[in-house]
């Protein structure tokens, strides 16, 4: 069965440097999605990406967050300079882009992000 | 205000036995989707079953099904026969705007329950 695939599982970095989190999206798929989970809190939607470029993004996502789609299969996101509370479960998602209601966004098994 | 409230932190249930799990949500927009996951200890996001506002027909895909309550806002999720492989973090999801293109608009979450099954 086709999945989101996310890599690294699990990334340190320090405070004040880049951090790339890559996704591999379901193939078929046009929407892709990113989210994170802050220890013990909730879900939280970052940023929506269709046709290459953003289709909806949330507060969190300020002028430290990017997201690209370099090539046909990986889609990314960028944070410039990490914060310590950019500490964090990253989770990248997909779906079709059906205009049908039950439109199935798919999550990979997410990168927890460390920033010491 | 809180879009999708999940009251119960924790639930426990004995394998074999059904089990519900809460989730209320409050939206103005008449038209909308609501949305279970699943996330077990090993993190990833597993989608279990969705909603629509104008389905006429609770939601059922296998030993999960939906209790939807409109009126209530209500939308709880029943596990029958629970197994122990059941166990994990369960969160109830929104998206609204469904009728006017939103299908793809993002998800709003509730915080979860954690669901442990007693052998």
């Known amino acids: 069965e086709p999945e989101v695939t996310q890599t690294p599982s699990h990334q340190v970095t320090q405070m004040g440097q880049e951090v790339i989190l890559r996704c591999v999206p379901i193939?078929?798929?046009?929407?892709f999605y990113w989210y994170r989970q802050i220890l013990g809190q909730k879900v939280e939607f970052l940023v929506s990406?269709?046709?290459?470029?953003?289709?909806?993004k949330s507060e969190i996502f300020d002028d430290q967050f990017s997201v690209e789609r370099p090539d046909g299969s990986n889609f990314t996101l960028k944070i410039r300079s990490t914060k310590l509370e950019d500490s964090a479960m990253y989770f990248c998602?997909?779906?079709?882009?059906?205009?049908?209601?039950?439109?199935?966004?798919?999550f990979g098994a997410g990168t927890r992000l460390s920033v010491l | 205000a809180q879009k999708i409230t999940q009251t119960q932190p924790g639930m426990f249930v004995q394998e074999k036995e059904a089990v519900t799990l809460d989730c209320t949500y409050d939206?103005?927009?008449?038209?909308?989707?609501l949305f279970w996951y699943k996330q077990p200890s090993s993190g990833e996001m597993i989608f279990l079953i969705y909603?629509?506002?104008?389905?006429?027909q609770n939601a059922t895909e296998g030993r999960y099904s939906l209790n939807f309550q409109k009126a209530r806002k209500s939308a709880n999720l029943v596990i029958s026969a629970s197994q122990l492989g059941d166990s994990a973090m369960y969160f109830c999801?929104?998206?609204?705007?469904?009728?006017?293109?939103?299908?793809?608009?993002?998800?709003?979450f509730g915080k979860g329950t954690l669901l442990t099954v007693n052998p």
């Open positions: 998602a997909s779906s079709k882009g059906q205009l049908i209601a039950k439109n199935i966004q798919y």
């Open positions: 193939s078929n798929h046009l929407y």
């Open positions: 990406f269709y046709n290459n470029e953003i289709s909806e």
């Open positions: 939206t103005s927009d008449p038209s909308y989707g």
């Open positions: 909603q629509g506002s104008y389905d006429q």
């Open positions: 999801a929104m998206r609204e705007g469904e009728s006017s293109g939103g299908s793809n608009y993002k998800l709003t």
